[in-house]
């Protein structure tokens, strides 16, 4: 017979030890409380629209229609699961001071970072921060994680990037950072690397397959601090509609964003190109 985590914890006679592995375990058992409860809710709603009553789904699975509607109506929404699930990681970069040479992270990332940690939080998932530091190496193959950080920063970023089928990061022949569609043959370039120059800035957004094959890395960035505001913006304000159309597979897009010149902050984003679904083996 098998020993229940419980009795293995009170099993363990030092006091502190026994303590810290009773929190533990009570975080990792209300983590799959909370993914339980949204995956069911999940189901009800993909059952509902594939053309199933209430009635009909809580008659199949031997639940009252009361209790069918009421877990509809609670519980994490399904949609934050484009983040991930349990406990995410959202990584940002470091970047090197130019005047004291020492390592710093943009406003405009940590701002982007603290947005989508309070995005996180509320759909019930519980976030850990990290930073990509100088150099730009950082371990991809780990789940729920979700890097804010280009190619310019992190040849390992660089290489993930390069393993998307469509969209690619390209240096224009005077020097700026542009996103190129290679099915489409579209450029997008910021506006500020424009002439004449506009509040317009484009950015990256996807899901990449991680460098060991076992799942999937969420990655986004601007080609300027401002798209990466952009980004965050649009995904605050249209989660459920990129859920919908994505769940949890791999993709990419471009991200157009317009922005108040005197704050950086996102006037209007939207998707700027297709949104490509990528090919999962």
Known sequence: MQTSNVDRIAAIDDPFLLLRAATEQLNLAQQEVTELARLRRRVIQELHAQGMSYAQIAEKAGLSRGRIHQIRHTGPAPEGAFLGTGTITIATPLKQDAIKA??????????AGKRLEDLARGFGLAVELEH?????????????????????LSPIMGALYESDPVLEWVKADDGPWTLHDSRTGNTYR????????????????????????????????????????????LIVGEINTLWGQVSDKRFSTVVGVEYDPATGEPVKAELASPLYRHEES
């Open 102 to 111: 020492r390592p710093v992270v943009a406003m405009e990332d940590v701002t």
């Open 132 to 152: 990509v530091p100088l150099g730009g190496e950082i371990d991809l193959n780990r789940p729920n994680l979700i890097v804010i950080c280009g190619p310019r």
């Open 190 to 233: 910021s506006g500020e690397d424009s002439t004449p120059a506009s509040n317009v800035d484009y950015a990256y957004l996807g899901r990449l397959g991680r460098p060991d094959g076992q799942g999937n890395v969420l990655v986004f960035t601007g080609i300027h601090p401002q798209g990466t505001l952009g980004v965050v913006s």
